[in-house]
């Protein structure tokens, strides 16, 4: 206490006994909203609007409450002083759930510094599913930065993950319950980079899988545990198409049945730029022996 500096945080006000004091109830002025009371007219102080809210609304003890790291003081220590005292027994709440700072390119968040980006903006250049994973990447107690580059290597990751499944999309496979190491990551104060890790490991054995068997094995497992996290939920064919560019799927038919028409002619130099044309705006053929497929970088 005696290293707490008087003021650093907000006025000091001369009806407080201690500085340091929070308050019930703040005195308004004529032009302020407030109410008559016992200890004059006056208004709710910002802990105890919450602490009213969620008796009302919760009771007096509920499981979860939610907030910033940079909440739990002064605010949510003041909560819980006020609503344990008001409530003989009770604990308020049973968890909390602190997230970490929201960061750009290492610098905090904030409307003030217009160091941010809209849900609109970002999903014009990225897929949702992309952002969805770079959010996972970071525990939620920890500072999260958010960057261009690091959605470009969460929409590479996913490419990963896809492309795994493309090769065995003929497949089939049964629905399974999630793993039970990915049940206790998540169970384990959401632990969602460990839980990315395994999937990491069970698209890399995807991968490697020699037997229909094992691929099927192998995909269902894949499939059941990126569930749980709201991820891997699209066709794989559709994910690589994705929205391609200014072409539709019509127009790049077309333009690879010209280049497969070219080749005919033996037209390489006329395939070749179709190709390059194409890979210009984002568009990847593929050639195998039962023909050419495409997809989206």
């Not at 072409?247 to 002619?265: P, Y």
Request: include cysteine; charged fraction near 25%.
């Amino acid at each position: 206490m005696k290293e707490m500096l008087a003021g650093a945080r907000i006025e000091v006000a001369d009806y407080k006994k201690n500085p340091a004091d929070f308050v019930l109830w703040k005195p308004s002025d004529a032009d302020q909203p407030g109410w008559d009371s016992p200890w004059g007219y006056g208004r709710p102080g910002w802990h105890l609007e919450c602490s009213a809210m969620s008796s009302k609304l919760l009771g007096n003890d509920f499981d979860i409450h939610g907030g910033g790291s940079d909440l739990i003081f002064p605010h949510h220590e003041n909560e819980c002083a006020q609503s344990c005292c008001a409530f003989e027994g009770s604990k308020f709440a049973n968890y909390w759930v602190h997230s970490g700072m929201l960061m750009v390119d290492g610098v905090k968040m904030s409307k003030s510094l217009g160091n941010f980006f809209t849900l609109d903006e970002i999903l014009e250049k990225f897929p949702a599913e992309a952002l969805r994973l770079l959010f996972l990447t970071t525990h939620y107690h920890q500072p999260f930065n958010f960057t261009t580059e690091g959605l470009q290597q969460a929409k590479a990751t996913l490419d990963k993950f896809y492309n795994a499944l493309l090769k065995v999309i003929d497949i089939k496979c049964e629905a399974i319950e999630p793993s039970d190491r990915i049940v206790e990551a998540l169970a384990d104060d959401l632990n969602t980079p460990l839980a990315l890790s395994y999937l990491h490991e069970e698209a890399n054995l995807l991968n490697k899988a020699q037997t229909e068997e094992e691929q099927a094995a192998c995909k269902a497992r894949l499939l059941a545990d990126s569930a749980l996290l709201g991820l891997l939920w699209q066709n794989p064919e559709q994910w690589f198409k994705g929205a391609a560019g200014d072409l539709d799927e019509v127009a790049i038919e077309t333009k690879i049945a010209e280049r497969q028409a070219a080749k005919k002619n033996k037209d390489y130099a006329l395939a070749d730029k179709i190709r390059n044309e194409l890979k210009e705006q984002g568009i990847v053929l593929e050639d195998s022996p039962t023909g050419t497929t495409w997809k989206k970088l």
